[in-house]
């Protein structure tokens, strides 16, 4: 219990204070209109100056807070992790609200404020002073590094943003530009050609809804001169529906990854953009409808050919492996480090991948983003690796695992969805040591899969992995692992959320369905178990395992550095 306040010896003080307001020393009082507002006046005075006083206890007791003594720097990214986006100002003006102190800094936190998505087909960006919001943020963030992701389908709203991109160009790190090619050659054209000078990764897209996009003469123009000089920074483009750059743009010279979509790709022309970007290091190409060679044949590299492109990732359409090892000699990179390949026929890309991991020794599988493709078929990006690092990755329908029965010898590493687990014609892989299930959340179990932890208990029917020593379940929440596609770029993505299970469904698990020939050390990601440490369940897995590690999040392999979910 706090201290008693003693208000006998304040009631003199204050009642003293009050009647000398209706007129001091009159005796007996008089009622006076003058003497009874003198008297409120003073009333409110006191009480001014009480809750004055109260703030600025409370200031201290807020300065106190172990939490608020954090520097502001941390106090930050505590606030960026409650937020539902980078783009989400409603929640930090929440948060602001709470005290003075995050308020000043919330708001003295330029990084807070400078990313920006505007999209003209939301009704939002239609309200009254929606520019002179933007400009209010814009001016806010500088001179922070600004990521920008504007989509402007119809151009009504685009001159006046125009104006302000003109305004804070000078600190604008990421743009991600979706727009009609009329706003891009002229509305625009101004503010694409002005200096750039810490823009990294840009994005354009041409919007061209009822334009027809299969022939490549009908693909709208690179825009002319698009920061041409002015960005020596620019190490990451995105093309989407626009006819590639000309070997005389500058900005080629130190650019590091290269992303190109459009129907038609010619790739003789793509192989001298390539050799004009010696900084290059990873390319990723998607051709919708062709994939070929459409101008005259190139002889011989020029001098800027690159090195070797570390990542290479090619949707080429209906093109064969064979013009693919082409292209790929065309560019020099006959043997990239990461190379994938996602082809029309679904038969020439399992040949093409088992033929890789059998040639190069690619011991490592991993099977991700599996979804139903029908009663009878799973899609899955299939990922496979050595232990030096070369990668091969595609996408594929395959029955079950028995598709790739062909490389089982080499496995020693393999992760594929919950779904795909097999009830009957159990695979052999002999040197496996190491195997992790990606579960799905409860909801989301399609007709053809099934829960691992809702399999059949039966005697003699489970999967024998002798070699196995490292069992690994994962979550990945797909509400949350969102893609790394340009148009997102200056999107954060929720934090993902666990997914909470039984210890003792892991247990059944490993008693009846999986058969190895030593203790597993079991390995939980992005999983909370919602048992206690002393509970029966508890206990009895502990008992089957002899090591239960706990890792907060899950990285899916087959994703990395590929991007092949993407497209």
């Known amino acids: 219990m706090g201290p008693v306040f003693n208000f006998a010896t304040l009631k003199p003080i204050i009642f003293n204070d009050l009647v000398s307001a209706l007129g001091a020393g009159q005796q007996p009082w008089k009622w006076a209109p003058g003497a ?35 520097p502001d720097e941390i106090l930050c990214m505590i606030f960026a992790e409650a937020v539902d986006s980078a783009d989400d100002v409603e929640s930090r003006a929440l948060l602001a609200q709470v005290c003075r102190h995050w308020e000043e800094v919330i708001y003295n936190n330029k990084a807070s404020w400078a990313t920006i998505v505007f999209d003209e087909s939301d ?52 743009l991600a530009l979706v727009a009609d090619k009329d706003v891009l050659e002229q509305q625009w054209r101004t503010a694409l050609t002005m200096p750039a000078p810490v823009l990294a990764r840009l994005a354009v897209t041409s919007y061209a809804p009822y334009a027809p996009s299969w022939l490549d003469h009908q693909l709208p123009p690179f825009p002319k001169n698009l920061f041409s000089g002015t960005a020596p920074r620019l ?66 590299p020029t001098p800027d050919h690159p090195g ?10 209906a ?31 399992l040949s093409w991948l088992i033929a890789a991991m059998l040639t190069d020794g690619l011991g490592e599988l991993h099977l991700s983003n ?45 992760t594929l969805p919950e779904a795909m687990w097999p009830t009957s014609a159990f695979p052999e892989i002999p040197h496996l040591r190491a195997l992790t299930i990606v579960l799905d959340h409860p909801s989301r179990v399609g007709n053809r899969g099934v829960s691992i932890f809702l399999l059949s208990l039966q005697p003699g029917v489970f999967w024998d992995i002798p070699s196995l020593r490292t069992l690994k379940l994962a979550y990945l929440d797909v509400d949350a692992a969102g893609e790394d596609e340009p148009p997102s770029w200056a999107k954060r993505n929720p934090p993902p959320q666990p997914l909470v299970i039984s210890a003792l469904e892991i247990a059944t698990f490993l008693t009846w369905n999986l058969h190895t020939g ?35 999040e899950y990285y899916p392999r087959a994703m990395e550095g590929l991007g092949l979910c993407n497209y």
């Open 36 to 70: 009874v507002q003198s008297f409120e006046q003073q009333l409110a005075n006191l009480h001014f100056w009480i809750d004055f006083v109260a703030c600025d206890v409370a200031a201290q007791i807020n300065t106190h807070n172990p939490f608020n003594r954090l």
């Open 123 to 174: 009704v939002r960006t239609h309200a009254d002073g929606v520019f002179e919001r933007l400009r209010w943020r814009m001016d806010r963030a500088a001179p922070a590094p600004l990521d920008l992701d504007l989509s402007f389908r119809s151009g009504v709203l685009s001159r006046p943003a125009e104006e302000l991109l003109r305004e804070h160009l000078y600190h604008v790190r990421t």
């Open 235 to 300: 190490g990451e483009l995105y093309l989407d529906k626009l006819r590639l750059p000309p070997l005389s743009w500058s900005p080629l010279r130190c650019l590091e990854t290269f992303t190109y979509r459009a129907a038609v790709v010619d790739t003789v022309d793509l192989s001298r953009l390539v050799w004009a970007c010696p900084s290059l290091r990873a390319l990723r190409v998607v051709a919708f409808h062709s994939f070929e060679a459409r101008s005259a044949m190139v002889v011989a």
């Open 308 to 317: 070797p492109i570390g990542t290479i990732m090619l949707c080429p359409a």
């Open 319 to 349: 093109a064969l492996p064979a013009s693919i090892d082409v292209f790929l000699h065309r560019i020099g990179c006959q043997d990239p480090l990461r190379f994938g390949l996602v082809l029309r026929d679904e038969t020439t890309s």
């Open 370 to 414: 599996c979804d139903d493709g029908g009663s009878t078929q799973f899609s899955v990006t299939a990922t496979a690796r050595n232990l030096e690092g070369k990668t091969r990755a595609t996408s594929l329908d395959i029955v079950s695992l028995a598709a790739l029965s062909p490389t089982f010898t080499l496995l020693s590493e393999l």
């Open 518 to 552: 030593h203790p597993l050390q079991l390995v939980h990601q992005n999983l909370v178990l919602m048992d206690s440490q002393n509970s029966y369940a508890m206990q009895r897995l502990r008992g089957l395992v002899h090591e239960i590690v706990h890792e907060p």
